[in-house]
């Protein structure tokens, strides 16, 4: 479903910046805009409870 996509989307975004990618970075890869991007990591932070993507460290895999 589209939910589900959606949530995968966000997961995906939200593994990349827990790595250390920078917004740019992750737009790039996934040819969306970085508005895009920064939304999808802001309502990640809100659900996982973190204020960044510091917080993000420990509460989701990263890739070394």
Known sequence: TRRSADLVTAF???VMAASG???KEICRLFSVSED???SSLKRTFAA???KNRRGLI?????IK
């Open 21 to 23: 990618l920078e917004n």
């Open 12 to 14: 995906k975004y939200a």
């Open 36 to 38: 895009s991007v920064k």
């Open 48 to 50: 996982l409870g973190v």
């Open 58 to 62: 420990g509460k989701i895999p990263t």
